[in-house]
């Protein structure tokens, strides 16, 4: 275990199957300067568009693009954070403290109460994570769950261990769930949270069990 600390991890997302099985020749490779090209084109056509709607002389039409505009913005933010490459160092970080950013994520988003029951004498538990990456998923995760608790709703952050002992779990339980409606954002935010955990040697459960949206899974260090 000793060997993981101060490690460092680059990755990208992972392809799907359809993709891999038309061999690597077909795969474009991701390279920063060409991606921080794109981002920064994708950039200026928004904000083009920002302005014809800010100038639409239909003053609901232009709210309507304004929504779109917004939307779609946060989509492509997402995307660029699913295809950029990452450079993760993990260390062992209190276990306490990485249920406590997990809740503040979850006020902030949600702004109501988030509830924490830490693990017994989980002072001296430490798990291997990058605290900073670590963050970006819990934001992420966050703004999920608040689109998918019902307003006004407690949200339970629970401690524990794995049967095995290597490794911990952080899990998110809103004592009352909204209805579900299928969203193109949750569905690629909750991707790139999961991927963020995995470059960190970590796991994303979703529903891992009954009243629960999603468990954080990480490894525990030595």
């Known amino acids: 275990m000793g060997e993981s600390r101060g490690r460092r991890l ?79 160092q993990v260390r062992p970080t209190a276990a306490a403290r990485i249920a406590e950013s997990l809740a503040a994520q979850l006020r902030g988003q949600g702004g109501g109460e988030v509830s924490l029951t830490p693990l017994p004498g989980d002072d001296a538990v430490q798990v291997l994570a990058d605290p900073r990456v670590l963050s970006r998923s819990f934001l992420l995760l966050a703004q999920a769950c608040a689109r998918e608790c019902e307003s006004g709703s407690t949200v339970l952050v629970e401690v524990l261990h794995d049967p095995d002992g290597e490794r911990v779990q952080f899990l998110v339980q809103p004592t009352a769930e909204a209805a579900a409606v299928p969203s193109a954002h949750n569905a690629l935010a909750t991707a790139v949270a999961a991927r963020l955990l995995e470059l960190q040697g970590g796991e994303l459960k979703e529903r891992p069990r009954p009243g629960c949206t999603c468990a954080v899974v990480l490894p525990a260090a030595s």
């Open 10 to 88: 680059q990755g990208t997302a992972p392809v799907p199957a359809q993709l891999g099985e038309q061999g690597d020749e077909q795969l474009v490779a991701l390279r920063r300067a060409v991606l921080n090209d794109v981002e920064h084109a994708v950039g200026n056509l928004l904000q083009r568009m920002h302005h014809a709607a800010r100038a639409a002389s239909d003053a609901v039409q232009g709210e309507r693009l304004q929504t779109t505009l917004d939307d779609l913005e946060r989509l492509l933010e997402l995307f660029f954070d699913y295809v950029s490459p990452v450079d993760v």
